[in-house]
T-cell receptor, first 117, second 113 residues
Framework: AQTVTQSQPEMSVQEAETVTLSCTYD???????LFWYKQPPSRQMILVIRQEAYKQQNATENRFSVNFQKAAKSFSLKISDSQLGDAAMYFCAYRSLFTGGGNKLTFGTGTQLKVEL | GAGVSQSPSNKVTEKGKDVELRCDPISGHTALYWYRQSLGQGLEFLIYFQGNSAPDKSGLPSDRFSAERTGGSVSTLTIQRTQQEDSAVYLC???????????FGSGTRLTVV
């Protein structure tokens, strides 16, 4: 079974600064997807960024980028030019590509990001 | 609808009562998922539907939990004889198929007193 670990329960960043959230995972599979989701107080999970394991290039979405280190099983999220609206709980998630996996996601325990003025 | 709709948004129930949680997925989405988020925890997979069938119900924590989906659309998660440890946010998500990303609803916060 796969596991996802987020070792930072809380992080703080000053507005306009850059912050990196850590995520490691454990799997014996060679191909899979990794995700970062954001959960604001509204509770709705919002997809931030997605990475396919077979792609060596790190995914980017505007101010959000990842550092995907497949050998190290590490998948960190970098948020540049942090904004007040970035304050939320961030979850790292893993999805197996095997048919039996059914597209279910395995989540980490989350990192609460605070953005300060 | 435009998004995944869950009802009720909040539910307080007495220990031992049964509760039903409803999920309306995005129209046309064949895959539907239920997750549970306990305080301070990540999301825990409960069950997955493809159409009206549930190929994977491995995450249901006990036989007090059941779910069904009708017409390939609305799903209901039922918890019988609720216990305090059932208190959590129950999130539903849907996707066009298993090769696509999810859209989540805003969840139902269940409190068992």
């Amino acid at each position: 079974a796969q596991t996802v670990t987020q070792s930072q329960p809380e992080m703080s960043v000053q507005e306009a600064e850059t912050v990196t959230l850590s995520c490691t995972y454990d799997t014996s599979e060679s191909d899979y997807y990794l995700f970062w989701y954001k959960q604001p107080p509204s509770r709705q999970m919002i997809l931030v960024i997605r990475q396919e394991a077979y792609k060596q290039q790190n995914a980017t979405e505007n101010r959000f980028s990842v550092n995907f280190q497949k050998a190290a099983k590490s998948f960190s999220l970098k948020i540049s030019d942090s904004q007040l609206g970035d304050a939320a709980m961030y979850f790292c998630a893993y999805r197996s590509l095997f048919t039996g996996g059914g597209n279910k996601l395995t989540f980490g325990t989350g990192t609460q990001l605070k953005v300060e003025l | 609808g435009a998004g995944v709709s869950q009802s009720p948004s909040n539910k307080v129930t007495e220990k031992g009562k049964d509760v039903e949680l409803r999920c309306d997925p995005i129209s046309g989405h064949t895959a539907l998922y239920w997750y549970r988020q306990s305080l301070g925890q990540g999301l825990e997979f409960l069950i997955y539907f493809q159409g009206n069938s549930a190929p994977d119900k491995s995450g249901l924590p006990s036989d007090r939990f059941s779910a069904e989906r009708t017409g390939g659309s609305v799903s209901t998660l039922t918890i019988q004889r609720t216990q305090q440890e059932d208190s959590a946010v129950y999130l539903c998500a849907s996707s066009p198929g298993t090769d696509y990303g999810y859209t989540f609803g805003s969840g139902t916060r269940l409190t068992v007193v």
